[in-house]
């Protein structure tokens, strides 16, 4: 290895923690496992971590695995992938044992770097935007669909050696780099992310249904875009998505297409063909972290006055699907699409 | 309610029988996806169903009885019996569905031949659902080699699932009424098996008022178009989104000229619904509604193409028999209830207990990205024996 090996402790130990808590753990790097689900930590303990690729079962162990209560050493640096909605309980916890000189990185979705600084403080909190395909599909067993991206900044966007080195050590995993912007990247993964939610209210291929809807998803886009634009984010484009082409001087209704063009044949060519929200409603019976993240954004666009209603029937929608899966309908997409487009004309 | 384990070494060697026998399935696979069955072609069709029963019997050998019901201008639909092992005669008997058909026209596999790249497999409805049947046999197959008890299974294979079943509907019903489970090996969604459907109803609406010259003489006249006017609102305001229930009005005609008030008008209209109760209340509502003009006649056609398949405590139970097993397989089976109607559904509104989506775990039903994959079929098909051999416990 050519890495020196260092102590990480990841709290969360679902698909996006696993999986990364796996890559470190194969490296070298002494990983400590933290989850409140104590059976599940147990099972860690004991077996490790067990990652499936193409169909491939591997075991990795790791140097431990514990709960919450078990946890008596100061940590240093804290991998942070709980559920969003655990995020202030767990940076509560964290106030209470994170070394002095330790850090908290949030590798969870949505905008969680203010939650946690609030307990930890912001010198200790390191933002990241983390774009990766996992999934649990058996106990104590994630599918690793294959790497996006991990892009890693200080809240102040300056460059310090301790991002440097988590960057190189996340390498291990996949494509991990050092950003002055992490709020661009995560605020253009709303903007995404409220498109690939619209289509959670269905059960059709991604793809399809934003390529049959685009009144709704260009709106959803825009909206959410707005709001991070009064906020002075400057956006980030990540995977396919290019969010100048929905906002800002560059954005046309033709360009937007055919950014969306683009993003439909990239949704494509994914194995999966639905999205995670969609599992979590359809197949997990389980809340969607949604609200969550988009909490935030409402109290932003509430901040600068700026109207979202297609974002706010999208999560009206969105609770009538999760409290009841089979009334998932395409005419779900028809409502928002007649609201964006009754928008549009005003 | 507690399920019957089976022992952990008959779970690992149905499994480890399965997995030494991949390459087998795959070539069945194989085979059987190279044979184009598209439900609008008669001739494939019939070869598909030939070389299904061929296979069948060359793998299960021959059944203790066969019954081919002709299904006219769609595929024929088969119904094979074979008796259970003698441990396993007792158990009632289990039907297997399994539709041959598939929604892709001759000539697809050019462009999407059969292959398997890694644990993806691909090819047209190798995931809907021709995976599923392979998957069937080969849960028997293991079972026998383990030396494990099976129930009486009955196979019902029919040719036109895609078009909604017209010809093999009644076939499916008698087949089932007796089931002790009927197990269905259509697609899983996202790996959950489907334990409840919406029903799909499809109706043709008929209008037919007087025909009158529109300028000479315009109130002799009873329009049917403005009577279909009315209608078209007062159905689709039937849709409750929350319910689960969608009225739409897909296809609309009527009238002869532009200066004559429409004699007829004519309305075909798709309706999804999630549960018995909403499938009433939008009933009455159509056979109710009547036109603002009472000399327009309204004749209703159709019906419920598929009825609704509602989660009873029996179909529950299977599901936890199941999931239990699943659970020694080391796999964590889920449910749903999203996703269209099948045969399943016609199965549980005679009171079966039914499990839907039983068979192949992949993605894109009708999608050119379909595909299934190689370790869903050992790991389903495992399930699926040591599920059949469960049902033969007393
Ligand atoms: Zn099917």
Redesign the pocket.
Known sequence: MSLPPREYTVVGAGAIGGTIAWHLARAGHPVTIVDTDADHARAIARDGIVVERGGVRERQPVAAALTPEEVSVPLRRVLLAVKAHATDTAAGWLAAHLAADGYVVSLQNGLNEDLIAGHVGAERTVGAFVDLFADVVAPGVINDGGAGAIAIGEMSGAVTERVRELAADLSAWGPAVVTANVAGYLWAKLGFGAMLTATALADDAMGDLLDRHRPAGHALVREVLAVATAEGIILEPFDAFEPTAYTGPAASPAGADAATDRLVAWLRTQTKTRSGIWRDIAVRHRATEVPTHYAPVLAAADRHHIDVPVLRALLEQLAEVEAQPISMSESRLGVLDAIATKEAAR | MSVPAIPAADVAALRQWVDAHTQDMLDDLGDYVRLETPSDDLAALSAGRDWVLSWVERRLGPPAAIRTEPGGAHGDTVVLDYTGTQDGADAGTVVVLA?YD?VWPLGTLGELPFAVDGDVIRGPGVF??KA?LVQAVWAVLALRAAGLACPPLRLVLNGD??IGSPASRPVIEDSCRDAAAVLVF??SADGAVKTARKGVGLFDVTLTGVEAHAGLDPTAGASAVTALAEMVTALTALTDLAAGTTVNVGVVSGGTRRNVTAGSAHAGIDVRVADQAEADRVERAFTGWRPGDPRVTVRLDGGWNRPVMARTPAIAELFERARSLAGQLGIELRETAVGGA?DGNFAAALGCPVLDGFGAVGAG?HARDEHATVSGMVERAALAAAFLTSLTAP
Do not use: I, K, L, Q
């Open positions: 539709h598939t809907d659902m599923g699932e895609e259509e697609a099948s039903a």
